[in-house]
């Protein structure tokens, strides 16, 4: 019996599907192409970052199959992952393995005896280049095969051998035909092979970390998340962690999750000696037993005090250099493990730097300047794991030319009058959440909400219909708002209103629309519907073609009030630094009006889309007076001066800051921010 895995990532945006299939010959590399349909993935390659990505993504329901999870994270059915990538003479290669992650044993059609065909990972499109110029092609695949297509090349694991449920293939050497000109391609595969049994639903449990390295000095302790993916298994998986060297522990809360995630301390005693240590993290459960891998860093005691972790990113979003200034000394490029970063910073503060390729291979050059307590307060974590349920649900009965938004634990989703009733909520905390639905009309017409408290609805589950016709709508609070400090000159105006509810705090975003004029209605939240906990934040943006201002306010009740603008934000003095390297050094000199005391960022852009960002806390800048410009790392190893706007570019430049007072969910808490913009 031949299943037929088919994985795309979500960074590549391409609609394919997997498609799982049975033929009655498993020696024969063949399979239906209308069966079931699943999960999306693909694999994507940095040459210049020596990267080999391939990563899971949300699943689409099929016919005969479901999957009642969302399959996120580093695997879901199985996982390719690659080490030891290189580019030399022309050619990108990688070791690549193949991770069972499904309850049943792969290559056999009755869980004992091997099969003839092994397990193949099959190209379905490309290598295509999305960075760069030229043309890649694989160099050394094992065979070829009509699989969904005509001559597909695969390359094919555990010949004459069962690979067990969480059990992990050799390694198989993946070489590509890359010319120099290319900087990033990417590819989608399936995986194919026999399983024993054809019909039922597929089982699976993935189990991965982020970050995915930890630096921890003796005597000290860190956190990681351990992530479960699940599919069609809900039972309890029982953590451990493995391999730690004496003096070292790790306590895990929950122990036995039936989530989707746990939360593991790692202690390191004092008496541990320096060095990198390989641990594991381990989990046992009816679906199988499942690890993943964890690097501890044991640093001398006061080092490596700052983490920074990529490793949850799309590929294109991940760092490719990454540099550290502690205090006011020098740069340091600073090396990864599976991209997780470690550095020093001192009581001086200091600075990050970093580079991503982003999308068709742009570079964007992002520098970082915090305080040591700003910078120490956890690990910075980038893109934060998607680890929460799907939903989905329909509204009804809503106006003819309205925008409904569904919002439930801070996720939401939009449903127009023009087009499908239908929406979809995803990554939706665990838990009781407060569930609120706004329809908005397009057209100055009639406004209603629902809201529904405490809702925690099973993941993949569905929201009974919103019917805006029914008795748990209403009809919402009305209030005039006052703007004070509009300047004539700021012709477009808007206002936006979101809800924060419960204990959490989550935001439910219910519309925003046009002003005209210093004067206009809000609505919300009539106080018959309100908990004490639930705030309304308006926003107001006004802006001109040089400038931007907004002010947001949270309040309780939906009544007349008066908001305030800041202060415009004042035109920076801009100047080039010299330029001993090829590349545009500007710099900002600026004071930050006290309405933007808290932080603030200067960036640039040439017109090929290179762009600079760069920022600095309030707290690091040590008072308003603001110098901010892009340091010189030509004389640091890795960096290209491609990457940055060349010396002799034009292109745009911002400064902007932001204030304010009180946090979110407090009374009157208040959140200030403006841009001023021009060219260089």
């Known amino acids: 019996m031949l299943r037929t895995f088919r994985l795309i990532d979500a960074a590549a945006l391409s609609a394919v599907g997997l498609w799982l299939g049975a033929c009655a010959d498993s020696s024969a590399p063949t399979a239906p192409k209308d069966q079931f349909r699943t999960e999306l993935i693909t694999c994507q390659a940095s040459v210049s970052a020596r990267t080999l990505d391939c990563a899971a993504s949300q699943p689409q329901a099929a016919r005969g199959v479901s999957f009642d999870l969302v399959l996120g994270g580093q695997g879901a059915l199985v996982r390719l992952a690659s080490s030891g990538n290189a580019y030399n003479s022309g050619t990108f290669s990688s070791n690549v393995t193949v991770e069972n992650l499904i309850a049943q044993s792969m290559n056999t059609a009755d869980g004992t005896t091997p099969d003839a065909g092994g397990v193949k990972v099959f190209f379905n499109s490309g290598p295509t280049v999305t960075g760069g110029t030229g043309v890649v092609s694989v160099a050394n695949p ?46 989608q595969v399936f995986v194919t092979t026999t399983l024993p049994d054809e019909f039922s639903a597929i089982v699976a449990l993935g189990l991965s970390r982020t970050p995915s390295a930890l ?55 004092g008496g541990v000696a320096p060095g990198v240590y390989h641990l594991t993290v381990n989990g ?57 970063y470690n550095f020093t910073n001192g009581s001086g503060g200091g600075g990050l730097a970093y580079v991503v390729l982003g999308s068709g291979g742009v570079p964007s050059v992002t520098v970082q300047y915090m305080t040591q307590a700003e910078f120490t307060v956890g690990t910075l974590v980038f ?45 939706v ?30 993941d993949n589950g569905t929201i009974t219909t919103l019917d805006f016709a029914s008795v748990e709508a209403f009809t919402p609070a009305t209030a005039t708002i006052t703007l004070n400090g509009l300047l004539g000159s700021e012709q477009y105006v808007q206002q936006e209103m979101v809800y924060q509810v419960a204990a959490n705090c989550a935001t439910a975003f219910l519309y925003n629309g046009d002003i005209s004029g210093a004067t206009f209605t809000a609505f919300g939240i009539p106080s018959s519907q309100q908990q004490p906990t639930d705030f309304h934040g308006l926003l107001v943006l006004a802006s001109t073609s040089t400038g931007i201002r907004i002010i947001q306010q949270y309040n309780h009740s939906l009544v007349a009030r008066t908001l305030t603008l800041g202060a415009v934000m004042p035109t920076p003095t801009i100047t080039t630094l010299a330029t001993p390297p090829a590349y545009k050094r500007l710099q900002a000199v ?13 960036g640039y852009q040439d017109g090929a889309n290179n762009s600079v960002t760069i920022s600095a806390t309030f707290g690091y800048l040590g008072g308003p007076s603001t110098t901010l410009a892009l340091p010189d790392f030509s004389a640091l190893s890795g960096w290209d001066n491609n990457w940055a706007p060349s010396s002799t570019s034009t292109g745009t430049w911002f400064v902007s800051g932001n204030g304010g007072s009180g946090s979110v969910c407090t009374e009157g808490a208040s959140v200030k921010a403006a841009t001023v913009n021009g060219t260089y």
């Open 383 to 427: 893109c934060p794991p998607a680890t929460g349920k799907t939903l989905n649900g329909s509204v009804a009965n809503a106006g003819a030319f309205d925008q409904t938004t569904v919002s439930l634990g801070g996720r939401s989703a939009s449903v127009f009058s023009s087009g499908s009733p239908a929406f979809q909520l995803t990554d």
């Open 284 to 340: 046992t459960g009816s679906a199988g037993n499942r690890s993943t891998p964890l690097t501890l860093t044991v640093g001398t005691a006061g080092s490596g005090n700052v983490t920074v972790d990529f490793s949850s990113c799309p590929v294109d979003q991940r760092a490719v250099w990454l540099a550290a200034q502690n205090g006011t000394g020098p740069w340091t490029r600073v090396s990864g493990v599976g991209d997780v």
């Open 142 to 187: 094992d065979g070829t095969g009509a699989f969904t297509g005509s001559s597909q090349e695969y390359f094919q694991y555990s010949d004459g051998a069962v690979l067990l449920s969480g059990a992990t293939t050799a390694a198989k050497l993946w070489q590509f035909s890359v010319p120099t000109t290319v900087t990033t391609f990417e590819f």
């Open 429 to 458: 905390p665990d838990g009781p959440q407060d569930l609120v639905a706004y329809d908005h009309s397009l057209v100055g017409g009639a406004e209603s909400a629902i809201i529904r408290r405490s809702q925690n609805i099973a």
């Open 590 to 602: 600026y004071t930050l009006p006290t309405d933007y005391e808290r932080s603030t960022w200067f």
């Open 215 to 269: 630096t921890i000095a003796p005597g000290g302790s860190g956190p990681t998340t351990v992530l479960l993916t699940r599919t069609n298994f809900s039972g309890a998986v029982t953590l451990s962690l493995g391999n730690a060297p004496a003096g070292v522990t790790g306590s895990f809360s929950p122990a036995a999750p039936t989530g989707t995630s746990s939360t593991l301390t790692v202690n390191v005693g």
